[in-house]
């Protein structure tokens, strides 16, 4: 479905109206996309859909996800978690997982950021032949 530039402008106005102290409000989310159902103005599907597309994006800056080849301590995770919250903030929700095939090291990745400290990539970017 292709979305016009007026719902576009539309969606932004209601992201930013539900931004509290630089940070998304999920109660004031919910008001206005119920509001927006009730009200229905013209392209409201389109607006609804780039409005969730954008709190979708907002979620995501705010989520890192941590993966490791074997299960992190808590002086590790601290550490991490320390490291993460001074280049992304406090409010940075963190998901910490094992995955062996990454063989060692840590992978991160926060929004479009990715750290990717694995041996697995370094074993792909030699066979790569970097």
């Excluded at 206005?32 to 994006?57: C, D, S, W, Y």
């Excluded at 705010?62 to 992190?72: H, I, K």
């Excluded at 601290?78 to 063989?103: C, E, M």
């Excluded at 926060?110 to 041996?119: E, F, P």
């Amino acid at each position: 479905m292709k979305i016009s530039k007026q719902s576009k402008r539309d969606a932004k106005q209601l992201f930013q109206a539900c931004v509290v102290n630089g940070q998304l409000d999920e109660a004031r989310v919910r008001q206005t996309v119920t509001l927006v159902i009730e009200k229905k103005p013209r392209g409201h599907v389109g607006t609804l859909a780039q409005f969730q597309r954008l709190v979708k994006l907002d979620f995501e800056r705010r989520t890192a996800r941590v993966e490791s080849a074997v299960e992190l301590n808590a002086d590790t995770q601290t550490g991490v978690r320390s490291n993460l919250a001074r280049k992304y903030g406090q409010n940075l929700i963190l998901q910490f997982s094992v995955k062996p095939d990454l063989i060692g090291g840590l992978r991160i990745q926060v929004g479009s950021d990715v750290y990717d400290g694995s041996v697995k990539a370094r074993l792909n970017n030699l066979s790569a032949g970097f």
